[in-house]
């Protein structure tokens, strides 16, 4: 399957359980043909708010989102030490590992770095 195909096949199944759960809430809480008649009979005026108000729920839930992903990075890389063993484990750069292959055991480097 081509990524193509293979994103195009997410996004359709993305988009249609989304539509599921919107119905499935919607179905439960209010009549969507009630919500739909009060919104086509907002003024431009309400509609920009509504579509403001919607946008900037969109961006600080979006920057919620980004802060507690790089923090929870940050304190894995603290917990586990992550930073320091890759310090500790990859010797200095060479001519040799600075070529377009595959990593250079540390054995291996070690000789080479003593040419």
Do not use: H
């Amino acid at each position: 399957m081509t990524p193509g195909v293979k994103r195009a096949i997410q996004v359709t199944v993305s988009v249609v359980l989304v539509g599921l759960i919107i119905w499935y809430v919607f179905r439960q809480f209010a009549d969507v043909s009630d919500v739909w008649a009060v919104i086509r009979e907002l003024s431009p005026g309400e509609l920009a708010v509504l579509a403001l108000v919607a946008a900037w729920n969109l961006v600080t839930y979006w920057i919620v989102v980004v802060v507690a992903t790089w923090l929870k990075r940050s304190m894995l890389r603290k917990l586990t030490g992550f930073e320091e063993s890759l310090k500790v484990q990859l010797p200095a750069p060479t001519p040799v590992m600075c070529r377009s292959r595959p990593p250079v055991p540390l054995a291996r480097a070690a000789v080479l770095r003593s040419r």
